[in-house]
Structure formats: C-alpha cells, structure tokens
C-alpha cells in the first residue's frame, strides 16, 4: 500500500481551514481603526472634575453614639475614585477602620493627629475644626 502526502482527508481539511479562518478575518492595518457603525445610542463620558494635587481639607473630631470618637475629613473636590483611593491609604495610614460616607471620610478613632500628620505629608493643606 502507497501512502499519499499529496492531499489531505477531509476531516483534515475542516481543521486546516477552521486553523486559518480567524487568521483570514484579521485586519490587514493594525495602525488604522475599524469602522464600525451602530444605531445605539452614543452613551456620554461623565464630566467629573479634575482631582487637584492639593486640597484644603477639614478634620473634625466628635463623639457618636456609645461614647466613641471619629474623625470626619471634609472637602475633598474631585473624581470618586480618587477620593476611595485617598481613605483606603489614610486608614492604613492610621491603622484603624472608617468608611466613605456622602464624600466625607469617616474614621473610627481618635486618630486626628495621625490623619493630620499624613494628609500634610501627601501635600494637602489640613485645617483643624471643633474638638
């Protein structure tokens, strides 16, 4: 028996050409961009405010219910995530639990002096209000 290389079976064929089709459908130009064209509404970008480097920011110290203390920092202009960003790093600053309530950071704690300390640090002006 002769074995022949000179054409392949036809279950060979479908692998060969299912191997090259995504291959085929690829753009000649990666440079250039598609056109691609859609009858769906265009969806706009939020236009949030540009996060300055410096910030005015507040701290306020008071007692909740139970007798405990929390420090409330206050006016912080700029994008949400920044502002996630920026209580994620100062409760590890302080070493104490808060959470991110109406754009006020709210840390558990009496920690006014460590959040202060930290906040001049990242180069924010810090003004200390009430008790």
């Known amino acids: 028996m002769v074995l022949r290389t000179d054409y392949l079976s036809l279950r060979s064929w479908k692998r060969f050409w299912l191997y090259l089709w995504p291959m085929a459908k690829r753009h000649e130009d990666a440079d250039t961009p598609r056109l691609v064209y859609t009858t769906r509404a265009v969806k706009s970008v939020s236009e949030e405010p540009v996060t300055p480097t410096r910030q005015v920011l507040t701290l306020q110290r008071r007692r909740v219910s139970g007798g405990k203390w929390v420090v409330e920092v206050q006016g912080f202009v700029g994008r ?33 002096e460590r959040a202060m300390a930290f906040l001049k640090a990242e180069g924010h002006y810090v003004k200390r209000s009430g008790g």
């Open 80 to 112: 949400e995530a920044d502002l996630e960003a920026l209580a994620r790093r100062l409760k590890a600053a302080c070493a104490t639990g808060g959470t991110l309530k109406e754009g006020i950071i709210v840390l558990q704690g009496d920690c006014i």
